[in-house]
């Protein structure tokens, strides 16, 4: 199922079981993807699955950034609220890719874009962001990818 229709069945779930901090996270990702749909209309560029899960993908680092932030300020409360956010977001994001499935990604798209040295690095990173958005942390994936490239 599309992450533009799971949205609508999570939040009426949420509802029903009048779960409001979750109700109120979903609401918040609605929110994003029509936020993020208004600023394409802009520049004449559809927004697909991939740009969907992007920001999801922000949207979880932002909260995880807060979260460690509060813990640092002693403002646990604050954190926790956080984290649950993380935890529902999370769910509507693919499974992430382990340490040795990102390896074999990138060794998979090293080979497919033919790269030699670090001036590939683009081709590789943009065959890895089709294939595994949401999947894998692409910060981390670049550092690998310039460590094989040399």
């Known amino acids: 199922m599309e992450l533009r229709e799971r949205i609508p ?3 009426k779930e949420a509802l029903r079981a ?3 901090a979750r109700l ?3 609401r918040m990702i609605a929110a994003a993807f029509k936020d993020r749909e208004i600023a394409s209309r802009t520049t004449d ?3 697909g699955e991939a740009d969907l899960l992007a920001l999801l993908g922000k949207m979880v ?3 995880v950034e807060s979260a460690r932030v509060y813990t640092e300020g002693a403002r646990p409360e604050l954190a926790a609220k956080e984290l649950a956010e993380v ?3 999370e769910e509507f994001l693919p499974r992430a890719l382990t340490g040795a499935e990102v390896a074999t990604a ?3 798209a090293i080979a497919e874009a033919g790269a030699a040295s670090v001036k590939d690095m683009g081709k590789v990173m943009a065959l890895l962001k089709a294939r595994h958005t949401g999947q894998m942390d692409f910060g981390a994936a670049g550092g690998l990818i310039k460590a094989r490239l040399g």
């Open 9 to 11: 069945l999570a939040m």
């Open 87 to 89: 935890a529902v977001i």
């Open 45 to 47: 560029a559809t927004v």
């Open 24 to 26: 109120s996270t979903i």
């Open 18 to 20: 009048k779960d409001s």
């Open 61 to 63: 680092k932002q909260r």
């Open 106 to 108: 990138i060794d998979a």
